[in-house]
């Protein structure tokens, strides 16, 4: 079973105001990234990265910024929040594709509304 | 570019009986990683299965078959005598091995009901 958390699970926020979506893995992977999904929809890939220090953007641009000072954390930061952020964040991590064939393990997700 | 292609957008099935998710995919590469995954109503991905694209033999788990055939680059995934807790969306995803860059792509889904 895989060891990935985020928090909060739920969070609603008015417009403009700064948050960060945390992400924690204990598995000690070296990959980790963030999708962006509507409920059931498709999955869009925004950010990820490969190792400490190491950050990409990923296929849909997102006004999202990430960080990787630590191995473990993966953070994801709004500096101003809007409408069109609400969704769901999916925060994932792997082992390269050598082991265990790149699987990306999920965290449960963050649903973020902002009014 | 890869590509992963699930033309079903939404199922509905009767309990017990069987359903077919339907898979198909494009890539370049002769080296390359499938996966399915599950998305029940609480939103968690749950990782299904992988299987790489040397290994065409065919797996069974439970309830759950996966038919993999590179003649028609498909990937499908059957669950026999269907659940009501079956009742998710499923996403087919590839991988390509590009080393140091391996990203996953991941379908667009479809949405599984399991009428009691």
């Known amino acids: 079973e895989a060891d990935i958390y985020q928090t909060p699970r739920y969070l609603v926020i008015g417009t403009g105001k700064k948050i960060t979506l945390e992400c924690s893995q204990t598995?000690?992977?070296?990959?980790m990234y963030w999708y962006q999904q509507d409920p059931g929809m498709e999955l869009h890939l925004i950010h990820y990265?490969?190792?400490?220090?190491?950050?990409e953007k990923g296929d849909l641009s997102s006004e999202s910024t990430v960080s990787r000072i630590r191995t473990e954390h993966f953070p994801l930061t709004l500096e101003s929040a809007r409408p069109s952020h609400t969704s769901q964040y999916l925060c994932?991590?792997?082992?390269?594709?050598?082991?265990?064939?790149?699987?990306?393990?999920f965290g449960p997700g963050t649903r973020l509304t902002v009014l | 570019a890869q590509k992963v292609t699930q033309a079903q957008t939404e199922i509905s099935v009767v309990e017990k009986e069987d359903v077919t998710l339907d898979c198909v995919y494009e890539?370049?590469?002769?080296?390359?990683?499938l996966f399915w995954y599950k998305q029940p109503p609480s939103g968690e991905l749950v990782f299904l299965i992988r299987?790489?694209?040397?290994?065409?033999q065919n797996e069974i788990s439970g309830r759950y078959s996966w038919n993999f055939q590179k003649s028609t680059s498909s990937f499908n995934f059957t669950i026999t005598a269907s659940q009501v807790v079956d009742s998710a969306v499923y996403f087919c995803?590839?991988?390509?091995?590009?080393?140091?860059?391996?990203?996953?792509?991941f379908g667009t889904g479809t949405r599984l009901t399991i009428i009691p």
């Open positions: 994932a991590s792997s082992l390269p594709l050598g082991l265990a064939g790149g699987t990306l393990f």
């Open positions: 598995m000690g992977h070296d990959k």
């Open positions: 990265s490969y190792g400490v220090n190491s950050t």
């Open positions: 890539t370049r590469d002769t080296t390359y990683y």
């Open positions: 299987r790489n694209s040397f290994d065409e």
């Open positions: 995803a590839l991988s390509e091995v590009n080393f140091g860059n391996e990203k996953l792509t």
